[in-house]
């Protein structure tokens, strides 16, 4: 056979940089968040397991840090059998070896935001075991506390405006964005407790011009409280100005946007942790007790 019957190759290096990456392909974007950069596919870093704890052979915990890890085993197993989350910790008691030993018990979850209430602004963390939150204030407040989401959470979707708000009545350069608008003003306006589900618009699926994106943003606006959670991508969760009314967004681990959603209803269950993880999570807990407490 001669080298002329051959199927001739494809260099790829010179031919395209990326063969994952097509030129020219049109990148998703979403309404309240722009997606940056595209990561190279090929150097996605792999998935890790969460670290273990791990304290000097010497520790020796404090009496503090003992009822404080105890306490924290009480929150999570009367979460996790009686149904009572809500149980708050605080840890500004403890002294600088002990609080840093407590952290990498606990480690850093998926779960990260923050929000700002009351000219108080917050961090809230999920620890590696979900369900379990550390919040620090810039009051110098700090505590954790175990539940679905934490209660300043709540707190401060519940102190955003009601809904129906004024809407605007003709916007030039506009597509779809006054009739969006009208849906999200009527559902907000109103949803109660007793719906069982979110009411989700998706934005990936609806032809939205960028007068459409940009009068959302002008009239929902955004307020002081964003959650996100990890894992091979991202989920946004993002509060409008308007009480019940979420911007959230799924961005894959090359940094674009795929699926971008507006949801009308309670806090979203992408970042809630299920009665089923904190069951778990006390579990998990006894073990790191019996671990690192001799």
């Not at 020219?24 to 596919?41: I, K």
């Not at 070896?97 to 018990?105: D, H, V």
């Not at 894959?252 to 992408?270: F, H, K, S, Y």
Request: proline residues 6%; hydrophobic residues 45%.
């Amino acid at each position: 056979m001669s080298k002329s019957d051959l199927i001739p190759s494809v260099e790829l290096q010179k031919s395209r940089q990326n063969p994952m990456l097509w030129e020219g392909e049109e990148q998703a974007e979403g309404v309240f968040l722009d997606t940056g950069d595209a990561l190279d596919l090929l150097g996605t870093p792999a998935l890790q397991l969460p670290p273990q704890p791990r304290l000097p052979i010497d520790f020796e915990p404090s009496a503090i840090l003992r009822e404080t890890l105890f306490g924290v085993s009480s929150a999570l197993h009367g979460a996790a059998s009686r149904g009572e989350p809500g149980a708050q910790i605080a840890i500004t008691r403890l002294d600088r070896l002990s609080r840093q030993a407590l952290l990498e018990m606990l480690g850093e979850g998926e779960v990260q935001g923050s929000l700002a209430l009351d000219g108080v602004e917050y961090s809230l963390s999920e620890s590696v075991l979900p369900g379990l939150w550390r919040i620090a204030g810039s009051d110098g407040s700090e505590w954790l506390e175990v539940g679905a989401v934490p209660a300043i959470a709540v707190a401060a979707s519940s102190s955003l405006r009601r809904a129906p708000i004024a809407l605007p009545t003709l916007v030039p350069g506009v597509m779809n964005g006054l009739a969006v608008l009208a849906e999200i003003n009527e559902h907000a306006a109103n949803w109660h407790d007793q719906i069982a589900t979110n009411r989700v618009l998706n934005f990936t699926l609806l032809p939205m011009s960028p007068g459409d994106q940009q009068l959302l943003i002008d009239v929902l606006g955004r307020a002081d409280l964003v959650l996100e959670s990890g894992g091979f991508g991202i989920c946004r969760v993002m509060a409008t100005t308007v009480r019940h009314v979420w911007a959230v967004q799924y961005v894959n681990a090359m940094g674009n946007t795929i699926l971008d959603t507006i949801e009308v209803g309670r806090m979203p269950d992408a970042i809630l942790a299920a009665s089923q993880d904190i069951e778990d999570s006390a579990k998990r807990f006894d073990e790191i007790l019996d671990t690192c407490l001799p």
